[in-house]
């Protein structure tokens, strides 16, 4: 079946740095893809979504100029955390449609974002 | 979207059936019923849909009223494995490039 990949699994970086995380579909193109974030013992918040060769749509709340969000294939989307606090640290989920149909949506394994 | 009702959390004995109910009495005609569940520290794993009959697959059944205004997943017997998050959403087909919006889900705890 369709699978993202995301990379790293894992990370943890200075306060003040950036952290660039890649969401990847394995076997399908996707010209959208949505990243969320997750923090501890609550539900997934859609961020953004990602658009092949135009700008993402951010949700409101969310700070496009501190979560960069490039979709530079069909295969790929990236998120940059920029000038990473702790409050950021979270567990950070891309996904993308099924290119199947319209039933399903296929979500990568997760990225686990560490600020110390 | 239609709002949907799940209790926060339920337990279930190994073996045993668990039946997750979901109640989303605002439902409108063109709108699906599509569970989700998040096994601990990894992404959301799609489980199942339906729009107005019941609908069965190789994870799990899906039970929807003939009101359409809630529904039951039903895991057949369940495993230490099912334990995770089980999400209910309810969305229109036409929504199928947009992103799935959650709410708190049922917490099920698998037991042996």
């Known amino acids: 079946g369709a699978v993202v990949s995301q990379h790293p699994s894992w990370v943890i970086c200075k306060s003040g740095t950036s952290v660039k995380i890649e969401c990847r579909s394995l076997?399908?193109?996707?010209?959208?893809m949505f990243w969320y974030r997750q923090f501890p013992k609550q539900s997934l918040m859609l961020m953004a979504t990602?658009?092949?060769?135009?700008?993402?749509?951010?949700e409101q709340g969310v700070e496009k100029d501190k979560f960069l969000i490039n979709h530079a294939s069909l295969t790929l989307s990236t998120l940059t955390v920029t000038s990473a606090h702790p409050e950021d640290s979270s567990f950070y989920i891309c996904s993308a449609p099924s290119a199947r149909g319209p039933y399903e949506q296929y979500f990568g394994p997760g990225t686990r974002l560490t600020v110390t | 979207d239609a709002k949907t009702t799940q209790p926060p959390s339920m337990d279930c004995a190994e073996g045993r059936a668990a039946n997750l109910p979901c109640n989303h009495s605002t439902i409108s005609g063109n709108e699906y019923v599509y569970w989700y569940r998040q096994i601990h520290s990894q992404g959301p794993q799609y489980i199942i849909h339906g729009l107005k009959n019941n609908e069965t697959n190789e994870m799990a059944s899906l039970i929807i009223t003939e009101d359409r205004k809630s529904s039951t997943l039903i895991l057949p017997h369940a495993t230490l494995r099912d334990t995770a998050v089980y999400y209910c959403?309810?969305?229109?087909?036409?929504?199928?490039?947009?992103?799935?919006?959650f709410g708190k889900g049922t917490t099920l705890s698998v037991s042996s």
């Open positions: 990602s658009n092949e060769g135009s700008k993402a749509t951010y």
């Open positions: 076997d399908f193109q996707a010209t959208t």
């Open positions: 959403i309810v969305r229109f087909t036409n929504q199928a490039g947009t992103a799935l919006i």
